[in-house]
C-alpha cells in the first residue's frame, strides 16, 4: 500500500543515523510566593550532546509564556476548541516566566526568537514558532561538539495563571507543571521546539534532577522525585495520621456503582462542592492561612524527563505500599483535601493496582513512589508527570478510579516508554488506553470477573449494545487517522480517535493475535525501549521480534482514516453445521487475523462465542437455540456498513433483518440483524389548515446512515384533508479527502395550500486536517411548487416544470471568537430568467459577554421573472423553507402577520408589498452591554433599480440563534422607513410595526435528516 511504502522510506531514512539521546541535568532552587503568585528560582543546566552533530546553539522551551497574552499557540488552539476562557483574561489572571539572564559556560548569552532558530524537525512547524513566546533558540558562544557537555544558569521568575490548562492556582492550591525553562529535544530528525498546547502533551530529553523547592512551612507538597528532608517525611506521617484518625469518625457510604467513562474525562463540578462542611475536621482541612515561616525540600531522581510539583495547606495524606515480585517497594501516595474523602479514601488502592498490575503486564516500575494529587485542572480530568499525576476534585469512587487507572498508567506509556507524544500521541494515550480498558474489567473486586478479550465478557452475557462514543466520531465521516501529529486533531477526535479507536482496536488486535503474544511483546518492547525515546516503527518491530503475527493490520488502521467491511459468507451443510468464510472488503486486514462473533438466543443471549479467520472459510456448528451469528457485534473494527456481518439460523430469510418499532427518537446505533422503525405523534397549526394531528414514522435520527426516511400524514379538522410530508435521504461517506458527504434528498410537503416538492444533492468538504477551518457545501437543488385554488386543486408553477433550479455554495468558519458564514447562489427558472443572490454573515465576540453581528446581502434576477423570485426589503420565503403560521398573510392575527424569516433584505419590519429585480441590504445587531437579552438593530437597504433607499433602527427581545443562524426574535421598529415621518408618533405605532421573525436555520441539516 501506498501508506506502507511513505512508511519504509522514512524508517530507513531514520536507520542511516544511530539512535541516540541527549542527557540533560538539572539543579533546581525555586521559591514560591502565594501573596503574589510568583515563583522566583534558579536554574543550572548541565547539557551532554550525545549526538553525532555539532550544535550551534540549543532551543528553549519557556512554556509559562504561552499565557502571558493572546494569539498564542495555546490560544489559537483553545479558541479553535470554542474555549474563549483565557482570550478574556485580565492581565492579573495570566502568567509568565521572565527575568532571564542565561549564562552559558559563565558567558552573557542573549537568547533570539524561536524563528530565528535552524529548520526543527518535519514534525514541527517553524511558520507556528513565529506566534510562539514561550520557545526560544539560544546561540552558543562557542559550537557544541559531540561528547561535549556545555553548562547552562539563568535566574528566572514566573507569575502563576489561573487555570486554563495544567499550570495553575486557585486560593492557596498551585500546580506548578511546565514552569522552569526546558532544551528542546534533538533526535535523529532533528529539533522539536513544541509551543504549548492544552491538547497535545509533551516530549522532553532524559536526565537527572536536584530540586529544591522553598514553600510556606504548613503546605503540603506532592512532587516528581524522592523527598530527602526526614523532617518532612515525619511532618507527612503526622498529616496521614490525622487523616486516617479523621476519616475514621465519618460515615462511610458504600461505593460508587461503577460506570465506564471513556477517554480523558472532564468533571463538570459545583464550585460549592469544597465549601462542603467538614465535621469535626482538623483545623488544617479549611485553612486559607499562608505561614510566615519558610522550609524548603529537596527532591532527587535519575531517569526522568519532567518535573512537577503540587501544594496545598489544606491537604490530607493517605499512603499504601505494594511490594513488586522482584523485592522493589512502592509507596502509594494520595494529597486531597478533605471534602473529597469519600472517594480518596480508595486512592491508595487504585494506584497500588495500577503498580502491580502493569508491573506484571509490561514491566515493573522502578520509582520509590506513585502519587495521585486532587486538584484544578482544565486540560481533562487528569494529567501524568513522572512519578505523580493531578486528578480532578470528585466525589465520585468510579470517576476517580478510571482516571486513577489511566493516568498512573502513563508512567509507563509516557513516563518509561518517551514517545513523542506530540507527533504520534496514540504510542501513549491509546496503548494507555487499552490497558485502562484492560484493568477496568479484569479487575474482580471492582467488576465481575470475565475475559477483556471476549467480545461481550462471557457466553451467558446478554449482548451489549456497540460503544455509542465511537459511532459518534464516525458518524460525519470526519475521522482523522491516529497517526496524525495532535495538533491535527479536534476536541472530539483526540479524544475519541487518539484514546478510544485506538484503544479498541487493540482491543480486537489482541483477541485476534492472543493475550500471551501480546503480553510478550509488550514487554520486550519495555525491555528495549524503557527510558528512551521509542518511535512507532520500534513498537513495532518489538512486538514482531517477540512473534507478535499481524502487526501490518494493526499498522494500517494507525495510518488511515478509512472504514473497515468485514463480509460474511455462509454455506449451510448440515441441522447445525455452517462453512463460514469472513473477508474485509478494503484490504485493510491481512490474514491471517481472527475476528470475533457471537451467536445469539431470540432474547439476545450469547450462547456461544466465534474467532473466525479472515479469508480462510472454516465450519462451525450453531447452538440449536442461537436465532443468529453476528460478526463483529461491538464494532472495535468500526464498520457503517453491516447488513452483510450476520445471518439468520433457520430454514427461512436468512438474510433478514427483523424489525423493532419504538416509540420516541432514540439513538440507534449499528445493528447487523435489526432495522428499527420510530414513531412518534406529532401535532400543527398553520392559518389555512387550522389544528392538525398526525404520525411521525421515520428511520434514525443520530447517527447519520446510509439510507433515512420520513411518512408524516398529519388530519387537518379545519379543511378535514390529509396534509404532511414524506421524504427520502441518501448518502455516501466517501473516503477520499477532502470530500466528506454525499447526500441525495427528496422531500415533499403539503401545507397551508402550497406544495413543494423539492431534490437536491449536496457535497460536503472539509479539511479534517485542519484545526480551524472552513466547511464548504456545494448544492444543486430543484423544486416544484403548487398552490391551492378556491375549489381545492393544486396550479403548478411553470406548467409542472421545475419552478426554480439553482446551484449553491455555502461556507462556515467557527471557532470562539469570530464565526463566517458565507452563502453564493446562481439560479434559473427554465424561462429565461436567471437569479443571482449572495450573503454574508460576521460573528465578533468583543468582550466576554458582548458578541457583534453584521450581515450583507445581494440579489438580483432579470426583468420578467415571477414575483416569486423577487427580492424584498423584508424577509421572504419563496421555497417553504421556513415555518410560518400564515404563510400568504391572510389572517387578521397580527403576530401571524409579522412572522417574518430573516432572508433577503431581513429589515425587521412587514414591507411584503414592496418587490424588487434587485436588492443590496445590510444588517446590524449590537446587543446591549448590561441586558445581553436586548439587541439594537440597525437595517439598510438600497433598490438599484429605482435608486430608493430604506433604513431602519429596531430592538430585539430577545434574539435566538443556532450556530450563528438566526431562529427566533421579537422585535420593535422604532425609527425608520416603517413609520411616515421617519419615527412614531405613539407607543401603539410601535406595537403595531412589532415584528416576529422566525427561520428553520440551513445549517440544522447537520440534526435533521431529512
Not at 515480585?325 to 494506584?351: D, E, M, T
Not at 425609527?975 to 415584528?995: H, I
Amino acid at each position: 500500500m501506498k501508506i506502507e511504502r511513505v512508511l519504509l522510506l522514512s524508517g530507513l531514512v531514520l536507520a542511516q543515523k544511530p539512535y541516540f539521546q541527549q542527557r540533560v541535568e538539572y539543579f533546581i532552587k525555586v521559591t514560591l510566593y502565594p501573596q503574589e503568585h510568583m515563583l522566583r528560582g534558579h536554574i543550572r543546566i548541565v547539557y551532554t550532546n550525545n549526538s553525532p552533530d555539532t550544535l550551534w546553539g540549543l532551543y528553549f522551551h519557556l512554556w509559562p509564556n504561552a499565557y502571558t497574552k493572546r494569539g498564542t499557540p495555546f490560544d489559537l488552539q483553545q479558541r479553535g476548541s470554542m474555549k474563549s476562557r483565557f482570550y478574556f483574561a485580565s492581565r492579573e489572571e495570566r502568567g509568565f516566566i521572565d527575568s532571564l539572564d542565561f549564562l552559558v559556560e559563565g558567558m552573557p548569552v542573549k537568547p533570539l526568537p524561536a524563528h530565528k532558530g535552524p529548520q526543527p524537525a518535519k514534525s514541527s512547524k517553524l511558520s507556528l514558532l513565529r506566534r510562539a513566546p514561550d520557545v526560544i533558540w539560544l546561540p552558543l558562544p562557542k559550537p557544541l561538539p559531540p561528547k561535549g557537555t556545555i553548562e547552562i544558569q539563568t535566574p528566572f521568575r514566573v507569575r502563576i495563571p489561573i487555570t486554563f490548562s495544567r499550570m495553575g492556582r486557585s486560593e492557596v492550591q498551585y500546580q506548578i507543571t511546565q514552569w522552569y525553562p526546558k532544551p528542546a529535544v534533538y533526535d535523529r530528525e532533528g529539533w522539536h521546539p513544541l509551543p504549548y498546547l492544552d491538547s497535545g502533551e509533551f516530549y522532553s530529553e532524559w536526565g537527572k534532577y536536584e530540586v529544591e523547592i522553598s514553600v510556606p512551612k504548613n503546605f503540603v507538597v506532592g512532587a516528581t522525585g524522592v523527598l530527602q528532608n526526614a523532617e518532612e517525611w515525619d511532618f507527612l506521617g503526622s498529616r496521614e495520621a490525622e487523616t486516617r484518625k479523621w476519616i475514621a469518625t465519618q460515615p462511610l457510604q458504600e461505593e460508587d456503582t461503577l460506570r465506564k467513562r471513556r477517554g480523558r474525562v472532564r468533571i463538570v463540578r459545583s464550585p460549592s462542592l469544597s465549601k462542603v462542611p467538614l465535621r469535626e475536621a482538623p483545623e488544617w482541612s479549611n485553612s486559607l492561612q499562608v505561614a510566615s515561616q519558610y522550609k524548603t525540600l529537596k527532591y532527587v531522581q535519575d531517569s526522568i524527563h519532567d518535573f512537577a510539583w503540587f501544594t496545598d495547606p489544606r491537604y490530607g495524606v493517605l499512603t499504601d505500599t505494594v511490594v513488586l515480585p522482584n523485592g522493589h517497594r512502592v509507596l502509594c501516595i494520595a494529597l486531597f483535601r478533605l471534602n473529597y474523602y469519600s472517594a480518596w479514601r480508595h486512592a491508595p488502592r487504585y494506584i497500588a493496582e495500577v503498580v502491580v498490575k502493569l508491573s506484571e503486564w509490561v514491566g515493573s516500575y522502578p520509582y520509590t513512589h506513585a502519587t495521585a494529587v486532587e486538584g484544578g485542572l482544565a486540560a481533562g480530568g487528569g494529567m501524568e508527570y513522572p512519578m505523580i499525576t493531578v486528578i480532578v476534585p470528585t466525589t465520585d469512587t468510579a470517576t476517580l478510579r478510571q482516571i486513577i487507572l489511566h493516568e498512573i498508567g502513563h508512567n509507563w506509556f509516557q513516563g518509561m516508554l518517551a514517545s513523542n507524544e506530540r507527533r504520534h500521541p496514540w504510542q501513549d494515550e491509546g496503548i494507555n488506553s487499552f490497558y485502562e480498558n484492560r484493568m477496568y474489567y479484569e479487575s474482580s473486586t471492582f467488576f465481575p470477573q470475565s475475559d477483556l478479550l471476549g467480545i461481550a465478557g462471557y457466553p451467558g452475557r446478554r449482548l451489549t449494545t456497540p460503544i455509542i462514543e465511537q459511532v459518534f466520531y464516525h458518524h460525519l465521516n470526519a475521522d482523522v487517522a491516529p497517526s496524525e501529529p495532535s495538533e491535527k486533531h479536534s476536541p472530539i477526535s483526540y479524544a475519541l480517535g487518539v484514546y478510544e479507536a485506538t484503544a479498541n482496536a487493540l482491543r480486537a488486535f489482541v483477541y485476534s493475535v492472543g493475550e500471551e503474544s501480546w503480553d510478550k511483546g509488550m514487554q520486550s518492547y519495555y525491555r528495549n525501549w524503557a527510558f528512551k525515546h521509542p518511535s512507532p516503527s520500534d513498537w513495532i518491530e518489538s512486538l514482531e521480534a517477540a512473534g507478535v503475527p499481524s502487526t501490518r493490520t494493526i499498522w494500517r488502521f494507525l495510518h488511515t482514516d478509512r472504514e473497515y467491511n468485514l463480509k460474511l459468507k455462509f454455506k449451510r451443510l448440515g441441522d447445525t453445521l455452517y462453512k463460514i468464510e469472513l473477508r474485509e472488503t478494503g484490504g485493510l486486514i491481512s490474514p491471517p487475523f481472527f475476528v470475533g462473533a457471537v451467536a445469539l438466543s431470540k432474547d439476545e443471549w450469547i450462547v456461544q462465542e466465534y474467532r473466525l479467520p479472515i479469508d480462510s472459510p472454516v465450519v462451525i456448528s450453531l447452538p440449536r437455540e442461537s436465532k443468529v451469528l453476528i460478526v463483529n457485534p461491538m464494532l472495535f473494527w468500526y464498520e457503517r456498513q453491516v447488513g452483510d456481518n450476520f445471518f439468520f439460523n433457520r430454514p427461512l430469510f436468512r438474510g433478514w433483518k427483523q424489525l423493532r418499532l419504538s416509540m420516541g427518537a432514540p439513538l440507534r446505533l449499528p445493528q447487523a440483524h435489526v432495522t428499527h422503525l420510530n414513531f412518534l405523534p406529532v401535532g400543527g397549526y398553520n392559518y389555512r389548515d387550522g389544528l392538525m394531528a398526525g404520525i411521525l414514522l421515520f428511520h434514525g435520527v443520530f447517527p447519520k446512515r446510509i439510507g433515512e426516511f420520513h411518512f408524516m400524514p398529519l388530519y387537518s379538522f379545519m379543511r378535514q384533508a390529509i396534509r404532511g410530508s414524506s421524504g427520502i435521504t441518501l448518502r455516501s461517506f466517501p473516503n477520499e479527502l477532502p470530500l466528506q458527504l454525499l447526500e441525495g434528498r427528496v422531500r415533499t410537503s403539503n401545507f397551508a395550500g402550497f406544495w413543494r416538492t423539492k431534490a437536491s444533492i449536496e457535497a460536503t468538504f472539509r479539511r479534517r486536517y485542519d484545526f480551524i477551518s472552513w466547511r464548504h457545501v456545494f448544492r444543486l437543488r430543484t423544486y416544484l411548487l403548487a398552490y391551492e385554488n378556491e375549489v381545492g386543486r393544486y396550479k403548478w408553477e411553470n406548467k409542472g416544470m421545475p419552478a426554480y433550479v439553482a446551484l449553491d455554495w455555502e461556507g462556515r468558519r467557527q471557532e470562539a471568537i469570530t464565526n463566517l458564514y458565507g452563502f453564493f447562489s446562481a439560479g434559473h427558472d427554465l424561462q429565461g430568467h436567471l437569479r443571482i443572490e449572495a450573503e454574508g454573515q460576521f460573528t465578533w465576540r468583543l468582550l466576554k459577554k458582548w458578541t457583534v453581528w453584521a450581515r450583507a446581502y445581494g440579489g438580483w434576477t432579470s426583468q420578467g421573472t415571477a414575483p416569486y423570485l423577487l427580492f424584498r426589503p423584508s424577509g421572504f420565503d419563496p421555497f417553504g423553507e421556513a415555518i410560518l403560521l400564515d404563510r400568504f398573510r391572510e389572517s387578521s392575527n397580527r403576530i401571524m402577520l409579522q412572522q417574518i424569516p430573516e432572508s433577503q433584505g431581513g429589515w425587521r419590519t412587514p414591507t411584503d408589498t414592496t418587490l424588487s429585480t434587485s436588492l443590496l441590504a445590510v444588517n446590524l445587531e449590537l446587543p446591549l452591554p448590561i441586558l445581553q437579552i436586548i439587541a439594537l438593530r440597525i437595517d439598510g437597504g438600497y433598490f438599484p433599480g429605482s435608486k430608493k433607499t430604506y433604513s431602519g433602527l429596531s430592538i430585539g427581545l430577545p434574539t435566538i440563534r443556532i450556530m450563528g443562524r438566526h431562529v427566533a426574535g421579537l422585535y420593535f421598529p422604532f425609527w425608520g422607513d416603517t413609520f411616515r415621518n421617519g419615527k412614531p408618533s405613539s407607543f401603539s405605532e410601535v406595537l403595531r410595526a412589532f415584528t416576529w421573525s422566525i427561520q428553520i436555520p440551513l445549517d440544522m441539516r447537520w440534526a435533521i435528516p431529512w
